[in-house]
């Protein structure tokens, strides 16, 4: 049963581009959660979706973030324009929709903003 | 409101001895608390998950917790270490409202002496 994929693995470009990152639910899973992890901040939920529908994205830093899920099995995250305070590991989650369901993980994206 | 509180940010033990990692909790409601494993350039991996049903909760790897709702605490352990438990542990809460958001802990990183 293959697990939340996430593309790339590593991103490396310079600030002001455009960054896009990319995830793979498990199959069935209706819950997707992305999270961006930092040495200074730790592990920070970003948004999440229930049914393809953004539930809570109180914690996009700002503007230059976006997310999409043009589907039920596949989410992108947008940064544009990217800057070096973005640099981070991201993460994106899937999931059953309850609350007593763990989240599975896919093993990340480290972007690098130059 | 809820917080999650992982009391020793390292841990360090030989190889062969117990392990214990822990973890305090504050929920509004009934809680639903997990462990989850995060090692080097990877994902986070569920160990185990309390969803309050039998308060002592078997996981992968030999790990087990506890759940105390007096002590509001949750703590992980291990009769035996393994070279190969050396990694990042997260203790993670997420409460019964249905708001699907996790509330993770700083982490305790835990390393195994040979």
């Known amino acids: 049963d293959a697990g939340v994929i996430q593309s790339p693995r590593h991103e490396v470009t310079e600030m002001g581009q455009e960054v896009t990152l990319r995830c793979k639910l498990i199959?069935?899973?209706?819950?997707l959660f992305w999270y961006r992890q930092t040495m200074m901040r730790g592990l920070e939920l970003l948004i999440y979706?229930?049914?393809?529908?953004?539930?809570?994205d109180s914690g996009m830093p700002e503007d230059r973030f976006s997310a999409k899920m043009p589907n039920a099995s596949f989410s992108t995250l947008k940064i544009q324009p990217s800057e070096p305070r973005d640099s981070a590991v991201y993460f994106c989650?899937?999931?059953?929709?309850?609350?007593?369901?763990?989240?599975?993980f896919g093993d990340g994206t480290r972007l690098s903003i130059l | 409101a809820q917080s999650v509180t992982q009391l020793d940010s390292h841990v360090s033990v030989s190889e062969g001895t117990p392990v214990l990692l822990r973890c305090n909790y504050s929920?509004?409601?009934?809680?639903?608390l997990f462990w989850y494993v995060q090692h080097p350039n990877k994902g986070l991996q569920l160990l185990l998950k309390?969803?309050?049903?039998?308060?002592l909760v078997k996981g992968i790897n030999g790990f087990e917790a506890e759940f105390k709702k007096s002590e509001t605490s949750f703590h992980l352990t291990k009769p035996s270490a393994h070279m190969s438990d050396a990694a990042e542990y997260f203790c993670?809460?997420?409460?019964?409202?249905?708001?699907?958001?996790?509330?993770f802990g700083s982490g305790t990183r835990l390393q195994v002496q040979p």
């Open positions: 199959s069935g899973h209706n819950s």
């Open positions: 309390y969803t309050s049903a039998a308060t």
């Open positions: 989650a899937s999931s059953l929709m309850y609350s007593n369901q763990p989240q599975h």
């Open positions: 979706f229930n049914n393809n529908v953004p539930i809570d």
């Open positions: 993670v809460v997420t409460s019964g409202t249905g708001r699907r958001a996790l509330t």
């Open positions: 929920s509004s409601y009934s809680p639903s």
